[in-house]
Structures are given as C-alpha cells and as structure tokens.
C-alpha cells in the first residue's frame, strides 16, 4: 500500500496502462487509505467503496481500450452531480437527492468513473474553511486543530491525506486554491467557459469553475487534460481547442515576464511569512531565467466587496428553486408560505442564509443601481487592470492565500475575516482568467501556496510556469497525517 500511495497520479496512471498495477489494486489501496484516516480528516460526505471496486474491474477489463487517466480512482467535491450517489452540496436541503447523470466535468472518465466518494465541502459553496458543512468540519491533514480551507475543503485535505491522488473541486472565488494552499497541494482555475458547468450545482454562474486538486503540477495537467472541453450543454462553454497541457511542461521559464502584483504582495493582512516565500519564488523564478519585476492591479482592493455583491446576488437567483416543491428537502406546513418559511429555515445553514438575504437586498428595488451595478462597473475595471498587466507580463505572481491554515472556530463569529481569506484570489474569478495555486514552501511549519494568474486560455504556459515554481520551491508532498 505505501508504495502505490506515494506515487503521484501521473505515475499511477502510467503503471496501470502498462499492466504493471491494475485499476483495481488503486482502488483497493484508496478504500484501505480512507478507512485508515477518515475519522481524523473527515474528508468526505459519501464514500463509495463498492463503486469504485466494481467499476475499477471494469476499467480493467477493457484493457487497452481506455485514456491514461481512466485508471486512477478520483475524489469528487459533493457540488458535482454523479449518478447514483447522492449530491448534497454539504447541505441539509439536498441530503437525499440522488442525480440520475454525471457532471460534464465527469464524461472522458467514462461510464466506469472510479470514484473514491463525495468530497465535504461548505454549504453550497459559500465558505473558506469547510466549517459551513451540514456533514461536519473537514480536518487539515497537516494540523487536525487547524482548517484545510475551502470551500473545496474536503477535496484538498482527500488529497494531503492520500485518500486519492487526486480530486476535482470548484473555484467561484478561490474555492480550489485557498484550501489547496492551505493543505500544500496545486490547484488549478482553469479559464471560466474552459470546463463545462453542466451538472454543477450553481453557486454563482458567472464565477464557478470546476478545477484539479492534485499533488503536483504534472497531475494537475493530465486531469484539466481529461475535463476540459465544449460543451453543447453548457451555454458558457468556450468552442475552443483543447490543447496538449504536458506538451510545454518542461520548457522552462527562460526568457518569460513575471510580473510580481504590488497589492497582492504587500497588502492588508498578508502574513510575513506568506509575503516571504512569495518573494522567495519570484527569486528562483528569476533565477531560472524568468524576466521578474513588478506588476499593479490598481483596483483589486474594490474585488473583495465588489466579489461579495456580484456573488450573493447570483446566490439569490439559483438558491430560488430550493422552496420545498420542485427540488430537495421539503417540510409539511399548514400552508405554502409556510412550507417555503420552514423549509429554507431547515435546509439552508447561516452561511447560506446570510448570502441569499444579502444578494436578495443588493438586486432589490430602489437599491440595484446603488449596489449590484456599481459592483458590475468595479468588475470591469479589474478586468481592464489585468488586460493592462498583461500587455507587459505573461505570468503574473502573488500569495494564493493571506495565511497559513488557521484554527477551527477561529474566524467563524467573523464573517469579514473569513471573507478576507479570499483577497488573493477573488479578482482571478472576476477576470475569468486562470490561475493557479502551488506550493512555495513553509511558514511555522505549515504549507504556503503561490499563485499564478495569466490571460485566458494560457493554461499551458501557466502550468509551464507552475512548474518552474514547483522545481525552485523547497517543498516536497508528503502524506499527512
């Protein structure tokens, strides 16, 4: 089992196309992993050992006929729909909602997904630490006192813990690689419309993007290779060419402009240590031959608040259908309104409550022009700074998150605080560009990813330089606890 454990998903994957381990053998060693440490990290909502066997024998027996990354078992964030297994969204509203199909995200797996289980995950999607869960707060493998992050949570502590080698989680405001920093593994944004949204349970439409949890950028590469895609289904579905993403990833940083992000860098918050190996990584970057100087997105101050109007507003919207009658939990009442009142009373948690009353008043009459349109006009502003940047630079590089991992129940009387655990990453989603969170190495012995943002549709130049971060960091993976 160890041996398999410390391969990383590439090198698995490998292995079982040659013969040399067989899909199963990967499944089993993940089932014996998750009932090793599950009760510590609380990592999922659903495990399906059973599936995973069954179709792993499956994967097996079609023998050559499958893609390189068929054979390696996959944790899924529980806000993707798979089909058969419950989907709840770490809510109470959708504890018993079983989908009939499997995400779009899911489809180059294949009808024989070999699922691990349903990663645990903040309520809908709202939250930057797991604890907003319906299902109970995820663990940080690399401190069990501390948070992995979120709302991905349950998707990266999965994969610091070995319980799979690799996850998918989404990203609406830094949702894939604030817990990816926090739990010292990569996690990739792809651009917004590169992955199809289709059997994604909404967030916030215009933000959401489903995204890789792996153990390096290697892996990251290979499974955006197997999700990304046109979707017909999915209305904001980019009809683009899905490149080759291993193809450019050792080619190096020579010559390529980096440009460091003042704001991001230096700003409110910013942990010392954070800001230290920040600066470290800008240095072997230029070091290895990168073009290194100093970037400004002169409006990112205004993307946490403009973030937390935009968001809560589309919140508002999609978190409608959930009134009792057409979708999820519904509690019998002497009436309608009633039905809908202690209905969203039972099944949404205070963290959803608070977003929905706050999208709901930003999109009402008298106060629309005031709030959502001016937060609109911010938006366009972020997206000209960054259009901006990158007329001068082709990466641009900052903190992922503003701290290491915090302690449980630290933030969670503090909304402002725990929003602020988004302030690094948030204007990447506002843009729609990708971006990327690797590890840089450590502060107080506890993981701190970089980020990596360039324009749309960059990823391979992004994971090229992802790379070049990964070899100059002085951070290895290890399995924790």
């Given at each position: 089992m160890a041996e398999l454990l410390a391969l990383t998903a590439h090198e698995l994957a490998v292995k079982v196309e040659s013969g040399e381990v067989s899909a199963r053998e990967a499944a089993e060693v993940a089932n014996a992993r998750v009932e090793e440490v599950e009760e510590d990290v609380n990592a999922f909502v659903t495990v399906t050992p059973e599936i995973a066997l069954e179709r792993a024998s499956k994967v097996d027996a079609r023998d050559g006929d499958r893609k390189l990354w068929e054979g390696v078992p996959l944790v899924v964030k529980d806000v993707l729909s798979t089909r058969g297994v419950?989907?709840?969204?770490?809510?109470?509203?959708?504890?018993?909602?079983?989908?009939?199909?499997?995400?779009?995200?899911?489809?180059?797996?294949?009808?024989?997904?070999?699922?691990?289980?349903?990663?645990?995950?903040?309520?809908?999607?709202?939250?930057?630490?797991?604890?907003?869960?319906?299902?109970?707060?995820?663990?940080?493998?690399?401190?069990?006192?501390?948070?992995?992050?979120?709302?991905?949570?349950?998707?990266?502590?999965?994969?610091?813990?070995?319980?799979?080698?690799?996850?998918?989680?989404?990203?609406?405001?830094?949702?894939?690689?604030?817990?990816?920093?926090?739990?010292?593994?990569?996690?990739?944004?792809?651009?917004?419309?590169?992955?199809?949204r289709y059997g994604l349970i909404a967030f916030a439409s215009s933000l959401d993007q489903v995204g890789p949890m792996t153990r390096d950028v290697r892996d990251s590469a290979l499974l955006l290779q197997a999700i990304a895609g046109h979707d017909p289904r999915d209305s904001t579905s980019a009809n683009v060419q899905v490149p080759d993403y291993l193809s450019e990833l050792e080619d190096g940083v020579s010559g390529l402009r980096v440009g460091v992000v003042t704001e991001l860098v230096n700003g409110e918050g910013i942990e010392p240590g954070v800001r230290e190996v920040t600066e470290r990584i800008a240095q072997g970057l230029e070091d290895a031959g990168a073009e290194v100087g100093e970037a400004s997105l002169p409006h990112s101050e205004y993307a946490l608040p403009a973030y937390y109007i935009i968001a809560p507003a589309e919140v508002s919207s999609n978190l409608a259908r959930f009134d009792g009658v057409r979708y999820g939990l519904r509690v019998p009442a002497g009436g309608v309104h009633e039905m809908y009142r202690e209905t969203r009373e039972a099944g949404f948690g205070d963290e959803a409550k608070r977003r929905i009353m706050l999208g709901t008043y930003a999109l009402s009459s008298g106060y629309y022009d005031a709030y959502y349109a001016q937060a609109q006009k911010v938006r366009t502003r972020i997206i000209e700074d960054f259009r901006s940047a990158f007329s001068r630079y082709d990466v641009l590089l900052s903190p992922t998150s503003p701290t290491v991992a915090f302690g449980i129940g630290a933030k969670v009387d503090d909304p402002l605080a725990m929003y602020y655990q988004d302030v690094c990453s948030i204007p990447a989603n506002l843009a729609g560009i990708p971006a990327i969170s690797v590890p840089g190495g450590l502060s107080e012995v506890l993981p701190v990813g970089v980020q990596l943002m360039s324009d749309h549709f960059t990823e391979p130049m992004l994971l090229r330089a992802a790379r070049a971060i990964e070899q100059a960091a002085d951070f290895r993976f290890a399995l924790k606890p």
């Open positions: 419950r989907t709840t969204c770490g809510s109470k509203m959708l504890e018993d909602f079983v989908p009939l199909y499997d995400a779009s995200a899911l489809r180059n797996f294949g009808e024989d997904l070999i699922m691990v289980g349903k990663a645990n995950m903040d309520e809908f999607a709202m939250g930057s630490s797991t604890e907003n869960s319906a299902y109970g707060v995820t663990r940080n493998p690399w401190d069990l006192a501390r948070v992995p992050g979120g709302s991905s949570g349950g998707s990266a502590a999965a994969v610091a813990a070995g319980e799979g080698w690799w996850a998918l989680g989404t990203d609406t405001g830094g949702s894939v690689r604030q817990p990816a920093a926090l739990c010292g593994i990569v996690g990739l944004k792809p651009t917004y419309g590169r992955v199809s």
